[in-house]
């Protein structure tokens, strides 16, 4: 069993920077893929930013340039830096682990969530 805790959501004005942090832990596991989404009310949950336990990261269009993920593979945590935040970037952000026994006994674990309220 994995658990996944996020940490680091507020509100902020529209401008400004929060960091958001992600820590798996359980027993008997490998994380493999880690990253951030978000859901907006009314919204999907879209992708935000993944990272690979190789350190190779992908990004959704609209967070390019402002949002940066980085990890700490001896922590299995996982951080993203948001900068330059905009109103738009309201939601609720989940953090998503790919992890398991072995590469071929992965499965998918979300946290419960962190509010980020970006406004004046």
């Known amino acids: 069993q994995v658990q996944v805790v996020e940490s680091g959501g507020g509100l902020v004005q529209p401008g400004g920077s929060l960091r958001l942090s992600c820590a798996a832990s359980?027993?008997?596991?490998?994380?493999?893929?880690m990253g951030w989404y978000r859901q907006a009310p009314g919204e999907e949950r879209d992708l935000v930013a993944t990272?690979?336990?190789?350190?190779?990261?992908k990004y959704g269009d609209s967070v390019k340039d402002r949002f940066t993920i980085s990890r700490d593979n001896g922590k299995n945590t996982i951080y993203l830096q948001m900068n330059s935040l905009k109103p738009e970037d309201t939601a609720i952000y989940y953090c998503?682990?790919?992890?398991?026994?072995?590469?071929?006994?992965?499965?998918?674990?979300w946290g419960q969530g962190t509010q980020v309220t970006v406004s004046s």
């Open positions: 359980g027993n008997n596991f490998r994380v493999y893929f």
């Open positions: 990272i690979s336990n190789n350190g190779g990261t």
């Open positions: 998503h682990v790919r992890a398991g026994p072995s590469i071929y006994q992965l499965s998918d674990h």
